[in-house]
């Protein structure tokens, strides 16, 4: 079967890459060709962090229950369609915590602000840490000027935190009108679901044909690969939008 095939081979690449170097120097030939160790290191790096665990979690479980209850192609289609929907559910929630996290560093820097004009001193607000990336260098930077040159800290960050907004609300906008296009694609890729639903409505099987021919595993690997590409495709065309 096609999938106990593939976790063969999944296993002979892990077990070659763990090995260690002497293994790796027995195999004929490629003494000094492959690089094991930075293939191992970038897989890893590549699987570290907090979105590819659940992925390859979920796509892992939902694959061995539909392999076990369907059959070696229902194994496969599960785990991908599993591991997508954790994927895009881990990065809609990350990208709702991020926005959570930029609000929050605006409203620190409108209360350091707020201080500024009240009279506090800057060498005493100096120290607090405001957001991350470009706000907090440019807080960085204000500090800097101030304490070269006397510059009014209060008034450039002001300025900062008001740019920052703009550039907030404009994304927001930009998200919203990306969000129609989202959902169409997601639709245009739940279309063939709805056909498979009809096909066992009218008194055929399908899924039979899908699942258990070769013809049919052709086919829904091949529909697959057209609605992951048109889910990434759209998925940039988006993100490019809102940047």
């Known amino acids: 079967m096609s999938w106990v095939l593939a976790g063969v081979l999944i296993a002979g690449a892990v077990l070659v890459a763990w090995t260690g170097e002497s293994a790796r120097n027995r195999l004929p030939g490629r003494r000094g060709r492959i690089d094991v ?29 539909a392999g ?14 599993a591991g997508l929907a954790v994927y895009e559910w881990r990065r809609r929630a990350g990208r709702k915590r991020a926005a959570g996290q930029r609000a929050a560093h605006l ?12 009279g506090i001193p800057p060498a005493a607000v100096a120290t607090s840490s405001i957001g991350s990336g470009r706000i907090r260098r440019l807080t960085e930077a204000v500090w800097r000027l101030a304490e070269r040159t006397g510059a009014p800290a209060a008034d450039l960050l002001e300025r900062i935190e008001s740019d920052a907004r703009a550039a907030e609300r404009s994304a927001r906008t930009a998200h919203a009108h990306a969000a129609g296009t989202q959902t169409t694609a997601v639709m245009l890729a739940a279309l063939p679901l709805a056909g498979i639903a009809l096909g066992h409505a009218i008194g055929a099987d399908p899924s039979g ?32 939008a809102t940047r």
């Open 209 to 240: 044909i899908l699942l258990h021919t070769p013809l049919g595993a052709a086919c829904v690997f091949a529909a697959m690969v057209l609605q992951c590409a048109g889910l990434k495709w759209a998925q940039r065309l988006t993100e490019g």
């Open 68 to 81: 076990l209850s369907g059959g070696p192609v229902a194994g496969p289609v599960a785990a991908i369609y």
């Open 107 to 118: 409203d620190d820097l409108a209360s350091l602000v707020a201080d500024l004009r009240a």
């Open 37 to 65: 160790t930075g293939l191992r290191r970038t897989v890893l790096g590549f699987l570290d962090g907090s979105v590819w665990r659940p992925v390859l979690a979920g796509s892992a479980s939902a694959g061995a229950l």
